[in-house]
Every structure is written in structure tokens, then in C-alpha cells.
């Protein structure tokens, strides 16, 4: 498999509920004059990259790992997006789950974002710490793709 161009398109799919897709969808779209990400609608897209959505929570690395498991084989194996529950490090088990995915597929961190905790949507984007996590996610998710493992 190869890895895609810059420009790719992404499409995210949420390994479980309240995993942050819609935010994620959100911060990769930040200024951007084209949006390069959307939320998985039911029907797999043809020549977008995929991404699975899940909180840093040792249940949501379980159901990364179980989306993962039951991934359709004739699909590229996507980037896992884990976004960060609590403004520090992932519990024990989470990081033990999460490293043993990453064996197999690249893994981005989204971190925790303070400014949304107090707003009813995901405005808070047009704060400088969520415009610069929005640029770095960017950033890490295009750099992702130059990491894809062959499988």
C-alpha cells in the first residue's frame, strides 16, 4: 500500500459514542478553504483515507481495537485518532491497548482542549490553543500517511 498525497481527503469513522469524531472532523477542517474531513455517513468512500475516532479511556482503546479487528480487508488500514479524555496521560491500561494497536496501524493524539469543556459546540476553534492543536493535528494526521503500514 501507499501512502496518499497531501491533499487526501479523510473520512472518520467513531469507534464508539462521544469518541470526539465531530470535533476531530472539526479541528482537521480548521481553516481550510476545502474541507479535507468528514464524518462516516454508512457507505465506504472510494479514494479517501480512513481514520478511527477514540477517547484515551481503556474502553474506548477496547472498542479501537475491536473496530480495528473487524476492519474489511479489502480497505487500506486506517490512522487511529485517539483524543484525550482528561488533560493528562492515558491510564494503564488505555496506553498498554493503544501500543499494542499501534503495532499495526499509525496512531495520532488529539489532545484535551480545556476551551471546550464551557461552550455548546466546537467554536472554541477560533482560540489561539485550539487554532494551533487544529494546525498540529493537521500537521500529524498528513504526516500519518507516510507512515501507513503494508499489510
Not at 28 to 50: C, H, K, M, Y
Not at 115 to 143: E, F, G, I, K, V
Request: overall charge positive.
Amino acid at each position: 500500500m501507499q501512502a496518499v498525497a497531501s491533499s487526501s481527503s479523510w473520512t472518520l469513522i467513531g469507534a464508539h459514542g462521544g469518541a470526539g469524531t465531530t470535533t476531530v472532523v472539526e479541528l482537521l477542517n480548521f481553516r481550510r478553504s476545502v474541507a479535507i474531513a468528514a464524518e462516516f455517513d454508512g457507505t465506504w468512500p472510494q479514494g479517501r483515507r480512513l481514520a478511527v475516532v477514540a477517547r484515551s479511556t481503556a474502553a474506548g482503546a477496547a472498542h479501537a481495537a475491536e473496530t480495528l479487528a473487524s476492519w474489511p480487508t479489502p480497505l487500506d488500514q486506517p490512522v487511529l485518532l485517539v483524543v484525550a479524555d482528561a488533560p493528562f496521560p492515558p491510564a494503564a491500561l488505555a496506553r498498554h491497548r493503544i501500543r499494542a494497536i499501534s503495532r499495526g496501524v499509525p496512531v495520532v493524539f488529539v489532545p484535551y482542549l480545556w476551551a471546550l469543556r464551557n461552550l455548546d459546540t466546537p467554536a472554541a476553534l477560533r482560540m489561539p490553543q485550539a487554532s494551533r492543536t487544529a494546525r498540529r493535528l493537521q500537521r500529524r494526521l498528513l504526516l500519518s500517511e507516510r507512515q501507513t503500514v503494508d499489510h
